[in-house]
């Protein structure tokens, strides 16, 4: 089974009646409850089903737990990291988002959704503004598939589309992809690369934009589809790890 922890801040649940109503079980027990569909879930989170047949084993960390529910050994126990985070960026901690960093470039996949691209640990393995335009209006959107042979978008079709999203556009001040997966166009005109790659160190990282809190965004079917892509591409490979530093010559001349 893949290793997966779902990371939420879990502020807005508790401070917001109209995402309380969106999201009882937080935004992250809803993230782990699809998952989980095909899946065990390996901590106490409530209202989610269990089956012993799936590919995921699941947990979940908030930001209030001690170390941000991110240990040193849960991140050993951890083959993909999920990440939703928004108000609270700031009150996550320089030791943790390096302790994430590290694992990141030891193979640890990272998936980063929607307000995520503000958080300390992706600006920090982009190492640029992660900012881009956004719009709160409540309208429609239209997430196009652009690299149709790619894994992650494995049983998605041409297009999700989606009857509110808030509008992310470009500029997105992030890194050239290493490859692109999906590109949102929104009413106003606005287009927005929504899903995106990277690899750094061994570590393979998803960025994908919806996920509003407000809007049920993850109780799309094709969403949900897309995570549970994605977590099963970033999971890491059986790879060797290399070596670095002072290397003897393999051939004496």
């Known amino acids: 089974m893949i290793r997966v922890t779902v990371w939420n801040e879990f502020r807005h649940e508790q401070s917001n009646p109209v995402v309380q109503e969106m999201y009882p079980d937080g935004i992250h027990?809803?993230?782990?409850?699809?998952?989980?569909?095909?899946?065990?879930?390996?901590?106490?989170?409530?209202?989610?089903n269990m089956s012993a047949?799936?590919?995921f084993k699941v947990r979940t960390a908030t930001l209030d737990?001690?170390?941000?529910?991110?240990?040193?050994?849960?991140?050993?126990?951890?083959?993909?990291?999920?990440?939703?985070?928004?108000?609270?960026?700031?009150?996550?901690e320089d030791s943790i988002v390096e302790r994430v960093?590290?694992?990141?470039?030891?193979?640890?996949?990272?998936?980063?959704?929607h307000s995520?691209?503000?958080?300390?640990?992706f600006k920090k393995l982009m190492g640029t503004s992660c900012d881009l335009k956004w719009r709160e209006d409540g309208r429609n959107s239209v997430i196009w598939n652009v690299n149709p042979s790619h894994p992650i978008v494995e049983g998605i079709g041409d297009f999700i589309e989606l009857e509110q999203e808030e509008m992310y556009g470009e500029h997105f001040d992030i890194p050239t992809p290493d490859e692109l997966i999906f590109v949102s166009w929104f009413p106003g005109g606005?287009?927005?690369?929504?899903?995106?790659?990277?690899?750094?160190?061994?570590?393979?990282?998803?960025?994908?934009?919806?996920?509003?809190?407000?809007?049920?965004s993850y109780y799309n079917e094709k969403v949900q589809q897309v995570?549970?892509?994605?977590?099963?591409?970033?999971?890491?490979?059986?790879?060797?790890?290399?070596?670095?530093?002072?290397?003897?010559a393999r051939q004496n001349s």
């Open 65 to 92: 737990e001690p170390e941000h529910g991110l240990t040193q050994q849960v991140l050993e126990e951890t083959d993909v990291l999920i990440w939703w985070g928004h108000i609270a960026h700031n009150e996550v």
């Open 116 to 121: 995520g691209h503000f958080s300390k640990i």
């Open 29 to 48: 027990g809803q993230i782990a409850n699809f998952l989980v569909e095909s899946g065990l879930l390996a901590s106490s989170e409530p209202k989610v």
């Open 101 to 113: 960093q590290k694992r990141v470039l030891e193979g640890m996949g990272l998936i980063v959704l």
């Open 227 to 248: 995570i549970k892509n994605a977590v099963k591409w970033c999971a890491p490979t059986q790879n060797i790890m290399p070596t670095y530093g002072h290397f003897e």
């Open 53 to 55: 047949q799936g590919q």
């Open 190 to 216: 606005e287009v927005f690369r929504s899903g995106c790659t990277f690899r750094r160190g061994t570590g393979k990282i998803f960025y994908f934009q919806p996920g509003h809190e407000t809007y049920p």
